[in-house]
């Protein structure tokens, strides 16, 4: 009887280290996981967002001087800021996971026209930006 007992004891203190074992494992796994999916879901938004922004500058230069365009948009994290270098709309996303050493990514959007930010800084959040071509302006203004 005794080494039944025993034989138990052991087993079960086997599947415990191999519980161990396994969570010291898995647990930084999924951490990293967790990190990369959140940083995809970021850049995503972001790049829902200045994609967004882009065809709303397009479909006001489209309908001309005077044309207006007012968009509710998301922005996943606080610091972020609209730049553009003249052919694109660019937003900045920093990554939890660095990939390749890279510690944050570049979100672009084309756009083919002269454009004009007015305040390019945004916390997270929902936004209402405007994009309008003002009558005797030659830039496209984005506001928000």
């Known amino acids: 009887m005794e080494n ?3 034989a138990s004891a052991e087993y079960l203190l086997l599947i415990v280290v ?3 074992i396994m969570a010291t494992v898995t647990l930084p796994m999924v951490g990293s996981s967790v990190n990369s999916t959140m940083d995809i879901s970021r850049t995503s938004d972001t790049k829902n967002a200045v994609q967004t922004i882009a065809n709303a500058v397009d479909l006001v230069y489209a309908n001309g001087p005077g044309a207006k365009r007012t968009l509710n948009l998301y922005i996943p994290l606080n610091g972020m800021i609209l730049e553009t ?3 694109d709309l660019i937003m900045n996303v920093p990554l939890n996971s660095p990939i390749n050493g890279d510690t944050s990514k570049n979100v672009t959007a084309s756009i083919n026209y002269n454009v004009n930010i007015t305040n390019p800084n945004f916390d997270q959040g929902w936004y209402t930006i405007t994009v309008n071509w003002p009558v005797g302006d030659d830039a ?3 506001s928000h």
């Open 4 to 6: 039944k007992g025993q």
């Open 18 to 20: 191999i519980l161990i």
């Open 85 to 87: 270098n003249g052919t």
């Open 140 to 142: 496209i203004t984005i």
